[in-house]
């Protein structure tokens, strides 16, 4: 059993930066790839990122790629997504999800996820 808890969402102004954290339980973090998702209100929630159990491989949204950078701790139970150049379409709640096995997009496929949080972005 994995217990995920984001934080680091906030309100910022196009063209600004933040980064999430989430913090998860258990010992087997390690073990589990990570991925972020995002759910805007009246949309599906959508594909952001994902990194592999050991952090060698990433993967990213197109809509957000060169922009949005994925990473974990594994020491630290906690997986992070810095989120540069932020566009008023980044709002949305941010979810962090876990899944043993290799890095997917659908979220259908995770076994885990936090409670999300919010990402405002202003124009």
């Known amino acids: 059993q994995v217990q995920l808890q984001e934080s680091g969402g906030g309100l910022v102004q196009a063209g600004g930066s933040l980064r999430l954290s989430c913090v998860a339980s258990?010992?087997?973090?390690?073990?589990?790839?990570m991925a972020w998702f995002r759910q805007a209100p009246g949309k599906e929630r959508e594909f952001v990122s994902a990194?592999?159990?050991?952090?060698?491989?990433?993967y990213y949204a197109d809509s957000v790629k060169g922009r949005f950078t994925i990473s974990r701790d594994n020491a630290a139970n906690t997986v992070y997504l810095q989120m540069n150049s932020l566009k008023p379409e980044d709002t949305a709640i941010y979810y962090c999800?876990?899944?043993?096995?290799?890095?997917?997009?659908?979220?259908?496929?995770?076994?885990?996820w936090g409670q999300g949080t919010q990402v405002t972005v202003s124009s």
């Open positions: 990194i592999s159990w050991g952090g060698s491989s990433t």
């Open positions: 999800a876990a899944r043993m096995g290799r890095p997917v997009s659908a979220p259908n496929l995770y076994d885990y």
């Open positions: 258990g010992r087997t973090f390690s073990s589990y790839t």
